[in-house]
Structure formats: structure tokens, C-alpha cells
């Protein structure tokens, strides 16, 4: 078997194990997915103050501000 057998085994294996994970999900079950618990960032407006503050506590410009921080805590 050469490399090309390898990587068709291995591209039919993933799309086989993505494909598993598409479901139909009945009406009656959404209510749980629509919960705020599983969201991706449950508490969104926590974490952008917790990286505001990382931010300007670390003195470094982060992806949610234009300018850096002083390093010494203050906003």
C-alpha cells in the first residue's frame, strides 16, 4: 500500500465520523439546546470586562481595544 491508499482511507474515515455527528433534532428537544448554559461563552459581557482588565494589566493591546494598557490597573 502506497501513501495514496493511506489517504483515502484516512478522508473517508473523517467524512464518515462528521457525518455521524448531523442529527435531527425533534422540537421537543431544542428548549434544552436553547439554554444559555450551552452557549459557546454563556456569560459574554463578564468576559469582555474579565479581557479588558487582563488587558490593561498586562500593559499589550488585545483584540478588543485599540490601545495598550498602563500595567498598573488602570483603565
Excluded at 42 to 70: D, F, K, M, T, W
Aim: net charge negative; glycine share 14%.
Amino acid at each position: 500500500m502506497n501513501i495514496t491508499h493511506f489517504i483515502v482511507i484516512f478522508v473517508i474515515l473523517f467524512s464518515v465520523s462528521g457525518l455521524s455527528g448531523c442529527v435531527n433534532v425533534a422540537p421537543w428537544e431544542r428548549g434544552n439546546l436553547a439554554k444559555s448554559e450551552m452557549a459557546l461563552d454563556p456569560n459574554p459581557l463578564q468576559s469582555a470586562i474579565q479581557a479588558h482588565v487582563y488587558g490593561s494589566r498586562e500593559a499589550a493591546a488585545s483584540i478588543n481595544s485599540s490601545g495598550g494598557g498602563g500595567g498598573c490597573g488602570c483603565f
